[in-house]
């Protein structure tokens, strides 16, 4: 599984933005995905994440209530819609997936994703 996340840019705190994460592969429907940022000078942490099949989601605190993460199988996209972004919010954004399939549990640790692709820049100036 090869992931791309792209979507970020430079926007203003209050704003909205939905990143993406494109997937090649035809096994990705089979993948939980996650989402997770790096902030400069900090570690990489956790954002929220989806189960295969959608029936199931996970989100920090952090961005608890104002994130929204979904994924559209026939489309290998999983997207992360933020609300109210905050200059915290600051940061590259990665999506990964987890070495197993069709996986009822939701991951949060960094160790436990295998796949990871590219981040993208998302800045909230305030």
């Known amino acids: 599984v090869q992931l791309q996340a792209c979507g970020g840019g430079l926007v203003q705190a209050g704003d909205s933005l939905r990143l993406s994460c494109a997937a090649t592969g035809r096994t990705f429907s089979r993948y939980a995905v996650g989402w997770f940022r790096q902030a400069p000078g900090k570690e990489r942490e956790f954002v929220a994440c989806?189960?295969?099949?959608?029936?199931?989601?996970y989100y920090a605190d952090s961005v608890k209530g104002r994130s929204t993460i979904s994924r559209e199988n026939a489309k290998n996209t999983v997207y992360l819609q933020m609300n109210s972004l905050k200059p915290e919010d600051t940061a590259v954004y990665y999506c990964?997936?987890?070495?197993?399939?069709?996986?009822?549990?939701?991951?949060?640790?960094?160790?436990?994703?295998?796949?990871w692709g590219q981040g993208t820049q998302l800045t909230v100036s305030s």
């Open positions: 990964a997936a987890p070495p197993y399939q069709y996986e009822s549990r939701l991951r949060i640790a960094l160790d436990e994703y295998a796949y």
């Open positions: 989806i189960s295969w099949s959608a029936d199931s989601a």
